[in-house]
Nanobody, 124 residues
């Protein structure tokens, strides 16, 4: 069992930055690929970024490529999402998720554990 807790969300103006953190507890964190997803009101949950268990491989949705950076610190059991140049369309509830594999997967049903989600609001 893995418990995931997100933090770092909030309200920011367009063009600003936020860093989300996801702290994990339970089974060996370094054995999981990690992903960030988001869900805006009235829309389906979508993949944002993923990172392999070693941190050596990352993958991003086209909509955030060049603006967001995913990273992890296995010693701290934490994965991060640095979000720069934020846009109003980035407004959503952001979720971190853990997948018992080393492969980065973009479909949400492949992930085994989920955090409770955290709100990010970008004002224009």
């Amino acid at each position: 069992q893995v418990r995931l807790v997100e933090s770092g969300g909030g309200l920011v103006q367009a063009g600003g930055s936020l860093r989300l953190s996801c702290a994990a507890s339970g089974r060996t964190f370094s054995s999981y690929a990690m992903g960030w997803f988001r869900q805006a009101p009235g829309k389906e949950r979508e993949f944002v970024a993923g990172i392999s268990w070693s941190g050596g491989n990352t993958y991003y949705a086209d909509s955030v490529k060049g603006r967001f950076t995913i990273s992890r610190d296995n010693a701290k059991n934490t994965v991060y999402l640095q979000m720069n140049s934020l846009k109003p369309e980035d407004t959503a509830v952001y979720y971190c998720a853990a997948d018992w594999t080393d492969t980065i997967v973009v479909v949400d049903h492949a992930y085994d554990y989920w955090g409770q989600g955290i709100q990010v609001t970008v004002s224009s």
